[in-house]
């Protein structure tokens, strides 16, 4: 089995938290080509396990970060984030070429995350004995999931190109101010304007056109998410 397929979909929950986890991805990153996400999409729909690798070390350490912030639990926020690449791996087949890989990323953590409180606030309500209504089955689930990755990605299409970039890149891959401005050849205080900015136009895009409790959900989400 090679190596990255061995990594990726059995062993990565633990790389997570260890240092064979840098060591390996500082190899792997040095000896990459640039990040083709259209190219990857591709070739992820055939069943390419290499092109899972390369979604996988290009946006699992925003994701376990951004989904630390909300559990505040290490343990717990690598068992969420290795469900999102499950539920990603699991989708791939009904990935359309030009869809935002980050996007439907940030919209599955998101749906985890929330499913996780709920979790947690039944079974603390049981031993309450207060009812709270029941997590929506899987058909209802991938259905919502569906319908809020395409309400992100007409908000995010409503941006102009730099600050789409903008957003893209600091919100839903996790990079630094730092880090965009030098990919983009602006300054640090560019990138934060373009930021507020696109952050603005985005929530206010799903707050207009979203269902309203899962938009103010996914707003506030939003919020927390690549800080």
């Known amino acids: 089995m090679p190596i990255l397929e061995a990594v990726s979909l059995i062993n990565f929950d633990i790389c997570l938290n260890n240092r064979l986890f840098t060591a390996i991805k500082a190899v792997l990153m040095a000896s990459a080509d640039v990040f083709d996400e259209n190219q990857v999409l591709q070739r992820l ?7 899972f690798d390369a ?7 925003a994701i376990f970060r951004n989904i630390l912030r909300l559990t505040k639990d290490e343990a717990v926020a690598a068992d969420i984030s ?21 996007g439907l990323l940030f919209v599955i953590s998101y749906h985890l995350a929330v499913n996780h409180n709920k979790q947690t ?9 207060l009812a709270l209504l029941p997590v929506g089955g899987e058909d209802e689930q991938a259905t919502q999931l569906e319908h809020q990755h395409r309400l992100l990605e007409q908000a995010v299409a409503t941006l102009t190109e730099q600050k789409r970039l903008v957003f893209t ?10 880090e965009v401005a030098g990919e983009l050849g602006i300054s640090k205080h560019t990138v934060k304007e373009h930021l507020s900015f696109a ?3 985005v929530k206010n895009y799903i707050l207009d056109h979203g269902h309203s409790m899962v938009a103010i959900g996914i707003a506030a989400f939003l919020d927390q998410w690549g800080q």
Request: aromatic residues 12%; glycine residues 8%.
């Open 169 to 178: 890149r600091c919100k839903l891959e996790g990079k630094s101010y730092e």
């Open 121 to 129: 606030l039944r079974e603390r309500s049981a031993r309450n004995e």
């Open 199 to 201: 952050m603005k136009t």
């Open 55 to 61: 979604i996988y070390w290009q946006y699992h350490g």
């Open 82 to 102: 290795q469900d999102v690449f499950v539920k990603f791996w699991e989708k791939r087949e009904t990935l359309q070429p030009g869809k935002s890989i980050g």
């Open 45 to 51: 729909k055939s069943g390419d396990v290499s092109a």
